[in-house]
């Protein structure tokens, strides 16, 4: 017996089922044979077997009963019908369960592909913002450590891709063992986008101080550029103002174009400069434009202060020319009245004094005419240069005057320079024993040489034409030195305290 003449009792009992019910259904139609079927009732299949398999099986004389009946009965009846017959198995199984299982890992596989691609890219942008900023060891370790997962994420993708296009789950005819095959390859490859996944989550959170700094420099790289860009604007506009009211500033014009090239690069961006370097630049020329700005601002009342130095000047250099011409009688007097100790120093003082003031004023000639040529810096500097002159003449001139009066108090009176200069010792001879038995001898040395130093000034006073300037030199240097004792000791007694 065949397998196709394998099941009549079920095709017949199938067969009976129906057709009772068809019975019931038709009345007085009877036993009659309906065109197209068998004596039997089954429908002729043209040229070939039945539903199960059989010429003119019962699964066919079902089908065809099935249609005749009403809906009700067509529903209830289905399951008979399609059981009987056949080998094939058209839902369920352990097939489709394997099939349904390499589908679930095919789509955890390709969500994990996804996940891993999108933290690639986001960390791109991270790794490209670091190595536009960070030129250190850092960041250069940052960009190959990298590339080295890149290398990585592109075996397993490719590992991932090979599995996906060697299995078609959706194949009529696939095979249990072809689906159990699909599941394990894409489950593999799954768990190798997961673990890398995880490699590249945890290099993103190691690089958190680099892009934070990395970060702060492109925050502040925007600000920087405008605000330098701004500064040159506002330099030009300044110089333009400058101009307008009758001054050339050439310097100043010469100083701005040169700034030109830097904005160009500012213009250029970070792009092809980088950032470190941008900043670096916006910094430079905001701070030159800046200083151009203040300069150009404060040129019109920088001219008026030049012009009004030079009327001064002038005026000063003449009062000193008049000023020179009474040295020679002081001189005269300090000759003839005091030793040659007393004035031999200022001989040279109306010479050196007519020198300077002829210099002064052939500076101040040419310090007129940079001032008309509007070269201010060259201006001020031979103002700066006259007004040395002056008053080196004028501390010259004022000695001979100061020399002659002081000589004249000490000749007439010395008890006074005396008293003076004993009581700037005794005040620091007490200070120094204030608190002690017996003084330091760091201050008691300089004060008992100064007490000596002084009696011999006095003694020195003897005599019929005694060195009064070298007297008063003495008591000069003698004070200077109590008084540098009294600082000593309130510097020490403060630190203590």
């Not at 067969?15 to 309906?34: E, F, I, N, P």
């Not at 789509?107 to 999108?118: G, H």
């Not at 003495?474 to 305290?497: F, H, L």
Request: hydrophobic letters at 40%.
């Amino acid at each position: 017996m065949t397998a196709t003449h394998a099941r009549p009792e079920a095709g017949a009992g199938g067969s009976s089922a129906v057709q009772s019910g068809h019975q019931r259904g038709q009345g007085s139609r009877g036993g009659r044979v309906l065109p197209g079927q068998h004596a039997s009732g089954g429908p002729r299949i043209p040229g070939g077997r039945g539903v199960a398999g059989g010429r003119g099986g019962s699964g066919g004389r079902d089908l065809l009963a099935l249609m005749l009946l009403p809906v009700p009965l067509v529903l209830a009846a289905l399951p008979a019908a399609f059981a009987g017959g056949g080998t094939r198995r058209w839902f369920g199984g352990r097939g489709e369960n394997q099939r349904a299982e390499a589908q679930a890992a095919k789509d955890a596989a390709a969500e994990a592909f996804y996940d891993l691609d999108s933290a690639q890219r986001d960390l791109r942008i991270s790794i490209e913002t670091i190595s536009a900023v960070d030129s250190s060891s850092r960041g250069r370790k940052a960009v190959e450590d990298f590339a080295a997962l890149g290398r990585r994420i592109d075996e397993v993708s490719h590992a991932y891709i090979t599995a996906v296009d060697s299995h078609d789950l959706d194949r009529d005819d696939l095979e249990p063992a072809a689906a159990s095959r699909a599941r394990t390859e894409l489950t593999r490859a799954k768990d190798d986008l997961v673990r890398v996944k995880g490699e590249l989550d945890r290099f993103a959170q190691g690089l958190g101080p680099l892009l934070g700094s990395a970060e702060t420099q492109l925050a502040r790289l925007a600000p920087a550029v405008e605000r330098a860009r701004q500064a040159l604007l506002g330099a030009s506009n300044a110089l333009d103002a400058v101009r307008a009211a009758g001054l050339r500033a050439d310097e100043l014009a010469a100083r701005l174009a040169a700034l030109a090239p830097e904005l160009t690069k500012l213009n250029q961006g970070a792009g092809k400069h980088g950032v470190a370097e941008t900043l670096q630049r916006a910094d430079v020329v905001l701070r030159d434009a800046e200083a151009l700005r203040t300069e150009a601002e404060r040129l019109p009342e920088r001219a008026a202060e030049i012009d009004r130095r030079l009327v001064s000047l002038r005026t000063r250099a003449q009062a000193l020319t008049t000023r020179t011409g009474s040295v020679e009688p002081v001189l005269s007097e300090l000759r003839r009245r005091f030793s040659a100790a007393c004035w031999q120093d200022l001989q040279p003082v109306p010479e050196q004094a007519a020198v300077n003031v002829r210099q002064a004023e052939e500076k101040l000639a040419e310090a007129a005419k940079a001032r008309d040529e509007q070269r201010w810096a060259d201006a001020t500097s031979r103002l700066s240069t006259v007004r040395a002159l002056l008053n080196a003449t004028d501390e010259a001139v004022s000695a001979a005057g100061d020399r002659l009066q002081q000589l004249n108090a000490v000749a007439k009176d010395p008890q006074q320079e005396i008293e003076r200069t004993r009581f700037a010792v005794r005040d620091a001879q007490r200070l120094a024993m204030s608190g002690r038995y017996t003084p330091d001898p760091r201050h008691a040395r300089p004060l008992d040489d100064s007490v000596a130093r002084l009696e011999r000034a006095i003694a020195g006073l003897e005599g019929r034409h005694p060195d009064y300037w070298h007297f008063l030199t003495e008591t000069e240097a003698v004070r200077q030195t109590a008084a540098r004792v009294v600082s000593d000791i309130r510097e020490e007694r403060g630190a203590g305290a």
